[in-house]
């Protein structure tokens, strides 16, 4: 009944793509149909499949969810993604709620949650993305979480009980690790997360393995590792990703210059950007920002994961 009830809800309150609703941090989707392959971001944030599949890459890793499916992302990672199967008649339908680590940090410090696994600074970095089975009590508290759109006077006083409950499901839950890692400063997940954010910032300048892991208080061969766990990627490979998603950006505003783009984003190499860039998104820069521009250039989706 729960599914049910949930599709119900979101086809009501999703107006198409992705929603942001009345409650702080609460998405909904509905997607009407299957969608080519889309690079941009993800966030922190836990989603569910109402109805329809989706598949996120990841670096080397692809996640494939659907009905009654849950998936968690713990940081912003470049990712690709495609709805596989929704129609008019049967659109993908989904729910999201932004992870924010400062609640999560909050429930870690409460005496109940006390019997979780806490990470401790050598422990294994987890996934930054992972998905799961949603059982019948997370189901009922998105539900909940969904029902308080139509008594818009509960949200200020039921919405953080709920979200707590949510929070505290998936924590204690299969994929629970990456969750309560991000609550915890110095966990290895947040070291790696700290320098995603760091190396996104400066995207454009060269990168050092080994600065980077003084950064993250690593060794470099455990930083490696542990970047590697969580982001499915090598730190040359997600600075490449996120290189080439600004300047497919950049050219959709100034479609002509290349070459300009290519030396703004860190290339020495126009042809090298030209090669990188086919081999990311299957066309050349030109043909590809051409056929963008006629599809109305890219989804501003504010979460690919839902």
Known sequence: MSLSELRTLISRHASGGVTATAIPGVLVAKVDAAEAQE?????????????GSKRLSVGSAVHDYGPGDYLVTSMELPVSGRYRDATPDHPALGFGLELRPDAIAELLLDPG???????GRGDKAP?????????ARLLDAVVRMLRLLDHPTDIPILAPL???ELLWLVMSGENGDSVRQLGLADSSLNRVRHVVRWMRDRYSEPVRVDELAQRASMSTSAFHRAFHAVTAMSPIQYQKSVRLQEARLRLLANPADIAGTAYAVGYES???????YRRQFGAPPSRDVSQLLQSNGLSLNLSPAI
């Open 39 to 51: 690079d941009t971001s993800t966030g922190s944030i836990l989603a569910v499949v109402a109805q």
């Open 113 to 119: 949650s006390s019997g979780l696994a806490r990470a």
């Open 127 to 135: 996934p930054a993305v992972s998905v799961g089975v949603a059982d």
């Open 162 to 164: 709920i979200e707590r």
């Open 270 to 276: 126009p042809s090298q950007f030209s090669r990188e």
